[in-house]
T-cell receptor
Framework: NAGVTQTPKFQVLKTGQSMTLQCAQDMNHNSMYWYRQDPGMGLRLIYYSASEGTTDKGEVPNGYNVSRLNKREFSLRLESAAPSQTSVYFC???????????FGPGTRLTVL | KQEVTQIPAALSVPEGENLVLNCSFTDSAIYNLQWFRQDPGKGLTSLLLIQSSQREQTSGRLNASLDKSSGRSTLYIAASQPGDSATYLCATEGSNYQLIWGAGTKLIIKP
């Protein structure tokens, strides 16, 4: 099992550009999450998908959109990148609410 | 709104010492509390998950405790090793199944 995979690992964007971060899991998990991690702060939830076909906003959804393409894949899109979106983005998945979350290696995004 | 705090932000101890990391939370209505480890440039790895009905969980040299009434959890690391150097994060899970995270404690074990 590869676990949770994320692409790309690094990305530099100019203000106003768009991009999609990809996430996939091969553990047959139901729930998937997108977080951002900024220096000196805990992880903050952007969006999550409790099950295939559903998505919900987390704590900091503004400027982002998501798609739960199927049970395996959950993508995060930045339509018009801003410097405030410079961060490390993590995707995670879990089987259910009694299980822990499994994390991908992260995408380090810089917006100039 | 739940707030999770980890103090200190950084800790440096000599190899072989036993140590305790602290996590406090403001809302005791939690489903569980989880401890994770993060190595530089890497994702997070789950260490221990304590359900709200439990008082502690153990895994090898790690022991995590939970006291919901006081809003506190501790992660005890026995006989620390340089390989334990990492950032340790705690997170609480509430009724909406979302995790609320502390900012982490960066632990350095000196050989």
């Amino acid at each position: 099992n590869a676990g949770v995979t994320q692409t790309p690992k690094f990305q530099v964007l100019k203000t106003g550009q768009s991009m999609t971060l990809q996430c996939a899991q091969d553990m047959n998990h139901n729930s998937m999450y997108w977080y951002r991690q900024d220096p000196g702060m805990g992880l903050r939830l952007i969006y999550y998908s409790a099950s295939e076909g559903t998505t919900d906003k987390g704590e900091v959804p503004n400027g982002y959109n998501v798609s739960r393409l199927n049970k395996r894949e959950f993508s995060l899109r930045l339509e018009s990148a801003a410097p405030s979106q410079t961060s490390v983005y993590f995707c995670a998945s879990t089987l259910d609410s009694t299980d822990t979350q499994y994390f991908g290696p992260g995408t380090r995004l810089t917006v100039l | 709104k739940q707030e999770v705090t980890q103090i200190p932000a950084a800790l440096s101890v000599p190899e072989g010492e036993n140590l305790v990391l602290n996590c406090s939370f403001t809302d005791s209505a939690i489903y569980n509390l989880q401890w994770f480890r993060q190595d530089p440039g890497k994702g997070l790895t789950s260490l221990l998950l304590i359900q709200s009905s439990q008082r502690e969980q153990t895994s090898g040299r790690l022991n995590a405790s939970l006291d919901k009434s006081s809003g506190r959890s501790t992660l005890y690391i026995a006989a620390s090793q340089p390989g334990d150097s990492a950032t340790y994060l705690c997170a609480t899970e509430g009724s909406n199944y979302q995790l609320i995270w502390g900012a982490g404690t960066k632990l350095i074990i000196k050989p």
